[in-house]
Nanobody, 125 residues
Framework: QVQLVESGGGLVQAGGSLRLSCAAS????????MGWFRQAPGKEREFVAA????????YAADSVKGRFTISRDNAKNTVYLQMNSLKLDDTAVYYC??????????????????WGQGTQVTVSS
């Protein structure tokens, strides 16, 4: 089992920045690829960004590419999502997820084994 706890969400003005953190406990963190997903009210959960077990390979959705950066610190068992130039459309609950298969990431939420409880990000005008 892996337990994931997100933090760092909040209220920010459009154009501002936030950094989300996801702290993992339980199994060996470096065995897992990690992903960030988000769900806005009335919408399905969508992929945001992912990172492989080593941190050397990352991928971001087109909607956030160039604005959001995913990273990880395996020594601290933590994955981060740096969000810059935030837009109103970025308002959502953000979830981190862990995938145990070979440490490689996926853009599909169905390929992740463990999920955090989510943290709210609200972008205001």
């Amino acid at each position: 089992q892996v337990q994931l706890v997100e933090s760092g969400g909040g209220l920010v003005q459009a154009g501002g920045s936030l950094r989300l953190s996801c702290a993992a406990s339980g199994r060996t963190f470096s065995n897992y690829a990690m992903g960030w997903f988000r769900q806005a009210p009335g919408k399905e959960r969508e992929f945001v960004a992912a990172i492989n077990w080593s941190g050397l390979s990352t991928y971001a959705a087109d909607s956030v590419k160039g604005r959001f950066t995913i990273s990880r610190d395996n020594a601290k068992n933590t994955v981060y999502l740096q969000m810059n130039s935030l837009k109103l459309d970025d308002t959502a609950v953000y979830y981190c997820a862990a995938r145990s298969y070979s440490g490689s990431y996926s853009t599909s939420e169905y390929r992740y084994d463990y999920w955090g409880q989510g943290t709210q990000v609200t972008v205001s005008s």
